[in-house]
């Protein structure tokens, strides 16, 4: 099987105090092109035609930020080595709007972060996307952000979105916990209040109790328009998302040791899951802990290993024999790998440090 890789240019670099670098606009920009949902609603861009800035702490992130002519003006942040509390603070200034102990986001628009070099790790300290537009995260890892214990960071989620966010893509990311709940942990990629047009591609969730979620809650039904694609999901209580309203398409992503409930699409969600690869899992598709129904269009997708509790009053499990629901228009032109090979094309593109490789849709089972 052939893959695409695209590669991130290098950039010529001059040293800074605060631990961040300065380089031609042209050097480096986001590899590739957004996809999904994020293609839609004028499309996903990040910070592209804008300054690049190479930063190797949090702090230094934050000042790139702060350091723009405007809260609007694009800008490509490269990011390399070990982002942590130790190295994250507060900046201030009139085009950015940060905290310490988290990579905020906030009231912005127009940014690309992305992992260069050696790597880009974001260790116990999360991504939060507040009141923000056309935001890029590519290629890098964040890992065992905590809501409880030491240290906290983001309400315990690796990514997370709220408050009138629009146009985010985020590609060749690896989101990893520790554990669930009780260890400390909550949601590697969630979305509420309002967060629409989001495309979250070739990456890597594992090792968590939660995958994400679309919607806080059952009234929280203003989310959707989001796409997931190529991605592996592994070792995952529940949440594979937990969607509350909206719409999702959610193709050609590889699940593995799912142990609770994988899409739980309800409270109205529509879904369409299209040439997944199911795998040693339990309840993948479905409406769970909840009489609040969503709805769901299947087709092609393969169930290996896979059990299915019995109905009940607050489940509604899709399986053993998956049938559609509903219908779900997709307004974005896409190509689909055929369910037999999404193990291969996921476990040789998704993540961060794979060349930000993507499958070339040359595909047979």
């Not at 790597?119 to 999360?126: E, H, P, S, T």
């Not at 979620?213 to 070792?235: A, I, Q």
């Not at 209580?237 to 309203?245: I, K, N, V, W, Y």
């Not at 299915?308 to 998956?322: K, L």
């Amino acid at each position: 099987m052939a893959l695409r890789l695209s590669a991130v240019l290098a950039s010529m670099a001059i040293a800074t105090a605060t631990g961040a670098f300065l380089s031609m606009p042209e050097a480096s920009a986001a590899a590739g092109s957004a996809t999904g949902y994020a293609t839609q609603n004028g499309g996903t861009t990040g910070g592209a035609g804008g300054q690049t800035v190479r930063a190797t702490t949090g702090t230094a992130i934050h000042a790139a930020l702060c350091g723009r002519a405007s809260s609007e003006t694009p800008i490509i942040i490269e990011v390399e080595g070990t982002i942590n509390h130790g190295n994250t603070s507060k900046v201030s200034g009139d085009s950015c709007n940060t905290a310490a102990g988290v990579i905020e986001l906030k009231q912005i628009s127009n940014v690309t972060i992305i992992g260069v070099g050696s790597g880009a790790v974001f260790d116990q300290l999360g991504i939060h996307v507040r009141e923000a537009s056309n935001i890029i995260i590519q290629n890098v890892t964040v890992r065992n952000v905590k809501k409880s214990g030491s240290p906290t960071s983001n309400g315990g989620d690796a990514i997370g979105m709220e408050s009138d966010v629009r146009n985010v893509w985020v590609d060749h990311v690896t989101l990893e916990a520790s554990g669930g709940e009780s260890e400390g942990f909550d949601g590697l990629f969630d979305m509420k209040d309002n967060t629409q047009y989001v495309t979250l591609s070739y990456s890597i969730l594992r090792d968590s109790g939660r995958g994400g979620l679309v919607g806080s809650s059952e009234s929280d039904r203003s989310n959707g328009f989001v796409t997931y694609h190529h991605n592996l999901y592994e070792n995952i209580d529940s949440r594979t998302p937990l969607l509350r309203g909206g719409t999702a398409h959610i193709y050609n992503n590889h699940y593995v040791s799912l142990h609770e409930s994988g899409i739980n699409s309800r409270a109205g969600a529509r879904a369409r899951v299209d040439n997944n690869y199911f795998e040693d899992s339990k309840d993948v598709l479905g409406t769970f802990y909840t009489d609040e129904a969503g709805y769901w269009q299947v087709g092609g997708n393969v169930f290996d290993n896979v059990t299915w509790s019995s109905p009940g009053d607050e489940n509604n499990p899709a399986g053993p024999d998956p049938q559609s629901t509903t219908t779900v228009s997709i307004p974005y032109s896409y190509s689909l790998d055929d369910a037999g090979c999404v193990p291969d094309v996921v476990s040789r593109t998704a993540g961060a440090h794979t060349g930000l490789a993507e499958s070339d849709g040359d595909c047979s089972p």
